[in-house]
């Protein structure tokens, strides 16, 4: 069984950045791809980024490209995924999820294991 918690979250102006943590739990974790995804309220679930099991493959929505990056390292045992996210825009603004499942896919239903959210706000 995986277990996925996910922090960072915060609320910024137009411009900042915030560092996302998702730590992954289970034996099988570190087999796994990650993504990270997004909902407004109002809005359908969408795909952020993702990165495979060996951190060698990434993949982002084109809006965020040159501003999120991913990744993945394991340090004292604890296999962690971060989103590092820079210039953030009001439209940044959502609830990021991080999922699980073997391969990565930008398709939020083809995902196994969901963490509970971490609640990104910018304003002004």
């Known amino acids: 069984q995986v277990q996925l918690v996910e922090s960072g979250g915060g609320s910024v102006q137009p411009g900042g950045s915030l560092r996302l943590s998702c730590e992954g739990t289970?034996?099988?974790?570190?087999?796994?791809?990650v993504g990270w995804f997004r909902q407004a309220p109002g809005k359908e679930r969408e795909f952020v980024a993702s990165i495979n099991w060996r951190g060698g493959l990434t993949d982002y929505r084109d809006s965020v490209k040159g501003r999120f990056t991913i990744s993945r390292d394991t340090f004292n045992g604890k296999n962690t995924i971060w989103l590092q996210t820079n210039d953030l825009k009001p439209e940044d603004a959502a609830m990021y999820y991080c999922a699980a499942r073997f391969g990565p896919s930008r398709n939020p239903e083809d995902y196994d294991y969901w963490g509970q959210g971490t609640q990104v706000t910018v304003s002004s």
């Open positions: 289970g034996r099988t974790f570190s087999a796994y791809a």
